[in-house]
């Protein structure tokens, strides 16, 4: 079995929590909130169609992102789980952590003409950690292996103390069937999709970072979380909540698309006051080119190059490639607000100066695969991954730095043409 990224690097930050390790998820669990449009648009989609891409489709995307590499984490719904972990073995030869969402609270039932997500939210779960391990509803202890033994679990606080009291129970139950069943997990806290008791935005990441301490306080190191999935409430809050615990693994949240410079920002700025880890879902799957996407946040977490010199450098490879991007590049180097939460009631905005002006970043090489299918190569990733080539030899880019935008697309067109 290949060693995983994930217990590399988690090592690394455990032993020494200043030091600049960072773990990438992808969070391709959205069949477990959105319905129909949980895989996301398709690439023929049109506006006035509503066009989204198939199941097949989406479990095609998550292949991609796997054998790119540059992912410490895959998160998937449990059937996508038993597809691509258990019966394909995707995962046995990769570095790539598989992991699935292990409840799935009201507040993620995005339906059409549905009203849940309007509602306080209440504890639930589908899926069975027996059925995360081995794809059934009971497990022999040979057949735990097969499957992901990583899972997401998700709270929603309300300032509610009936409410409260039920989510923590819930929580409690699924931490002790986990430590009986050798089962990890990760702690998603939402802010409050429908508080009864309002609380001032100002003070929000306060009352979040008291209820993960004082939950998380009673619980003994064998049954505590690897670590959080949390929005991102500023330097302030970020900064209060690593500097009480450095053992407690601090891990950002996506929340709705937004521009590119959104989720680019967002990472730079999270890593810069404490986090360790993003899961990205909507900001990954939305984007005109998923691996593409995925490559400048790893290179930005690396140190490799500014949230900025990304947003230049995603849109040359979409040009060299010839998609067509959502936005302009003035507009798509613009913050807006984003939405966290999986209903869209809540929002925030990256408390950070205006972006200074950067030189063009150099823009990473791009291929296609067997399929047709554009794939951005790895330049210097901080996690083992394969090779870039499409006939499975390492091949090293040219320095495009030194490359016109015309030798750009020669040289893709002529890569192309190889394959």
Known sequence: ??????????AKIKANPSCREFILADAKDADMAFGIASPGKSPEHY??????????????????????????????????????????????NSHVTPAARANDTTD???????????????????????????????????????????GLYSVT?????????KTLEAYRQFRIEAEKKGFRHFLEVFDPNAPLNPIPPEKLGGYINDMIVRSLAGVPEAGRPLFLKMVYHGPKWTEELASYDPQ???????????????????????QKYGAKVALFGRKINNAEH????????????????????????YHGVLQGLGIKPYRSLEDDMQLTTGVTSYGGSSQTRIPVAPPASAAPAPAPAASRDGNGTAVATKSAPASPAKPAGGDGKSLAPPDFSKMTS???????????ARL
Do not use: W
């Open 1 to 10: 079995m290949t060693p995983k990224s994930l217990d590399i690097k988690l």
């Open 47 to 92: 506006a006035a169609e509503g066009k989204f891409r198939s199941l097949p489709e989406f479990h095609e995307c998550i292949r991609q992102i796997v054998r790119q590499g540059l992912v410490d984490i895959m998160l998937m719904s449990a059937h996508a789980n038993d597809l691509l972990t258990i019966k394909e073995r995707l995962f046995d």
């Open 108 to 150: 993620v039932h995005v339906i059409r003409e549905g009203t849940y997500v309007t509602q306080p939210s209440r504890p639930f779960r589908t899926a069975t950690i027996d059925q995360i391990q081995c794809g059934r509803v009971e497990c022999s202890p040979e057949e735990k292996h097969l499957g992901a033994n990583l």
């Open 157 to 165: 606080f309300n300032n509610d103390l009936e409410l409260d009291m």
């Open 248 to 270: 407690l693994i601090i891990g950002i949240l996506g929340g709705s698309s937004g521009t590119t410079y959104d989720a680019f920002k967002l990472i730079s700025e999270a």
């Open 290 to 313: 998923q691996l593409a996407f995925v490559e400048m946040l790893r290179r930005i977490v690396d140190g490799q190059i500014s949230p900025e010199e990304a947003v230049r450098a």
């Open 406 to 416: 015309e030798e750009r697309v020669a040289y893709h067109r002529a890569r192309l």
